[in-house]
């Protein structure tokens, strides 16, 4: 279980990390953060890798002068509308196999279920609301392809959330990520993060079992 205490602190303490990254790599940390973003967003095994606390903590990077916002914010709007895209072509080409399996070693299907739950409740613009919900966001993709939303239609949804995701969180630690009361308290701002982005998943969650 090292693996899992070792990611607990990287996204507790990722403002530690990132300058450690951004340090050491220069500018080969836009390829690494492109990369993150891409596979939190992208890869249907990875939702635990962190999304908005990783926004924020580039962004408070950002205003260090270390790397470029604007550069920064392009990339990573272009990694998660990517990320996305791959997610829904695997849904479309892979889902319907998986919602009928049994089992499945590596998709966690009560996460599949839980966002097939809330995009019948929200429709399209699941895809944009879910990108600041943990774990549904990385679903959401998914269960569009899985239901055959044109690609078009999902397109747009994809562009408008991915931009208004990245530059917000971005935005945020640029401006507040380097205050002194933010620096001081940085780990207790990431997990208010992590749990405010949290409380709509887990409100949806409670009302489904609730209903059922």
């Not at 990132?18 to 990369?35: E, K, R, V």
């Not at 939702?47 to 580039?58: E, K, R, T």
């Not at 990320?83 to 998986?98: E, H, L, W």
């Not at 055959?148 to 969180?169: D, L, P, Q, R, T």
Request: charged share 15%.
């Amino acid at each position: 279980m090292e693996w899992i205490q070792g990611l607990i602190d990287f996204i507790l303490h990722i403002d530690v990390h990132l300058a450690a990254i951004t340090s050491q790599y220069g500018a080969l940390s836009y390829a690494i953060l492109f990369a993150i973003v891409f596979a939190e967003t992208g890869l249907v095994v990875t939702p635990f890798l962190p999304g908005d606390s990783l926004l924020f903590a580039a962004g408070a990077i950002c205003s260090l002068g270390t790397l470029d916002p604007v550069v920064l914010t392009v990339l990573l709007i272009v990694a998660a509308v990517l990320g996305d895209g791959v997610n829904y072509a695997v849904g479309k080409q892979f889902g319907p196999r998986i919602f009928s399996s049994g089992s499945s070693k590596l998709f966690n299907k009560a996460h599949l279920e839980r966002t097939h739950a809330f995009y019948e409740k929200h429709g399209g613009k699941t895809i944009i609301l879910a990108r600041f919900m943990p774990i549904i966001r990385t679903f959401a993709p998914f269960v569009a392809g899985v239901g055959e939303m044109s690609y078009k239609k999902f397109s747009v949804y994809n562009i408008v959330g991915a931009v208004v995701w990245v530059v917000s969180f971005v935005l945020l630690g640029l401006l507040f990520g380097n205050q002194p009361i933010i620096k001081k308290n940085f780990t207790l701002v990431i997990a208010g993060i992590i749990v405010v982005s949290a409380l709509p998943a887990i409100y949806e969650l409670i009302r489904s079992r609730k209903e059922l």
